[in-house]
């Protein structure tokens, strides 16, 4: 079940994609309450289940990783080439809630290796929070045409499109695809994307 994973960064700053951002969009009234977001590749390379438990708090930094984005400032200064350095700085970008800088990052790193899903549907995250839903829907796009079986870009389109673009037959649309593809697809809670796509239509959410 398990889409394949491209490698995100290398070297001593080598981090894997991990989970949730913690911007939020709440759900009033329906899906029981639940809370929803779009969310960054997970180290499987694309599945859409992730743990609660595994969220991290977005704009917190350890000491550490404070460090490492001091150390790749400077190295795509000294080496632009680098895609390895840019990706990661983009992840650290993306960890401590620097939307504008994160897109930065990730295009540097996708002009020079343009074929990397994971990085497309992070970049697709960082536009969603910097307000451009167009450009996050077009992220996640190039992210499925990469790798058709990238659910996290699949879940994510639909998101955007559902609460940001209060297009919710496209979000139905995506999610269907996704559901087409892997009958077990979660969203980030747990559930099952198939019971969410029942619950909407059930409700007939406007």
């Known amino acids: 079940m398990a889409p394949q994973t491209e490698q995100s960064s290398a070297g001593v700053f080598k981090k894997e994609t991990v989970l949730v951002i913690g ?35 977005a704009g917190q930094l350890t000491a550490e990783q404070a460090q490492q984005m001091l150390q790749l400032e400077l190295e795509v200064q000294k080496n632009p080439g680098n895609i390895e350095a840019w990706t990661t700085l983009g992840h650290l970008y993306f960890d401590s809630d620097q939307a504008e800088k994160a897109i930065n990052a990730y295009s540097k790193s996708l002009n020079l290796a343009p074929n990397n899903a994971d990085v497309l549907t992070d970049l697709g995250v960082m536009y969603r929070r910097a307000g451009n839903f167009q450009q996050a829907i077009a992220s996640f796009d190039k992210a499925v045409q990469v790798n058709a079986r990238h659910e996290t870009a699949r879940f994510n389109k639909g998101i955007v499109q559902l609460y940001d673009l209060k297009d919710q037959e496209g979000a139905i649309a995506s999610w269907k695809e996704l559901v087409g593809l892997n009958p077990m697809a ?13 619950e909407i239509q059930d409700k007939k959410i406007n």
Do not use: D, R, W
């Open 23 to 57: 911007l939020c969009c709440l759900i009033i009234g329906f899906l029981s309450g639940i809370v929803f977001s779009v969310y960054k590749t997970p180290p499987t390379g694309g599945s859409a289940k992730v743990a609660a438990n595994q969220q991290p708090q």
């Open 186 to 198: 979660t969203a980030p809670n747990g559930q099952l994307v198939s019971e969410i796509l029942k």
